[in-house]
């Protein structure tokens, strides 16, 4: 069978981890409740409604396509375009093609930054081999304007944050939502990994502040993993009614 990412790739490796990927959805949330467009995801409801939800859904759409065979990863990107072209028709309005872009923009963002936080630093070439595949997945979905390369998107990636984000009544609802269905103590850990994980932009219009323990917390973390203590710690950070979700986003490339 031919992938759609091929079976030694880096993609493969990032979004095989549960750590990993709980990383990425981590900053993700962030910088989508910052989001000029995020009104449309209040559209339906569901975000709010279920945050923790909308996330594994998300993350079953991701894995349907980087390890699934080529035909099956385009059924999968046909059917996230389909499920956005009707929520447009509900709302009588298309979403903004930047929008599309913005979202892809952070994934790539966030898959290279959770893999460095957790586990090492990524080589040039892993990089682009990374936003080469986002790239193919946003042209498939028919997104216009999208760079070419990694260097390409640095700079795009920039520029978007500058010009799509800001902080309003949605971004403040969002964080209500988290903290409601986190709790306070996965809350607190949520907001500080998004501290070590959240560009200087998105930041800045976030009141988020630092702890240094939790340095030392993560550097534990990583330590944990080697001996597989990790799972513990894991199962303590997530809420029971996710924890068999979780266990399946591990998957060996």
Known sequence: MKYFVPQSSIVR????????VLFIFAGAAAEFALNKAVDWLYFTGKLPAD?????????AYA????????????????RIRQIHTGVEQSRGSAIPDWAYRDVLFLLIHY????FELLQRPMTLAEREELTAVFLRVGELMGIKDLPADYDSWCIAYQQQLAADLQYSKYTADLYRQYRKHLGPLR????????VRLVSPVPLSLLPLRSSALVDLALHLY????????????RAFLIPAAYK???????VKA
């Open 111 to 114: 898959s290279i930054a959770s």
């Open 13 to 20: 490796e990032v979004w095989g981890q549960s750590d990993t």
């Open 244 to 250: 068999e979700q979780v266990k399946e986003l591990d």
């Open 222 to 233: 990583r330590g944990s993993r080697t001996l597989g203590l990790h799972r513990f710690l």
């Open 63 to 78: 894995r349907q396509i980087i390890f699934a065979g080529e035909a099956e990863a385009h059924a999968a990107i046909t």
């Open 187 to 194: 809350y607190y850990l949520l907001q500080q990994v998004q």
């Open 51 to 59: 945050p923790i939800g909308r996330l594994f859904s998300t993350v």
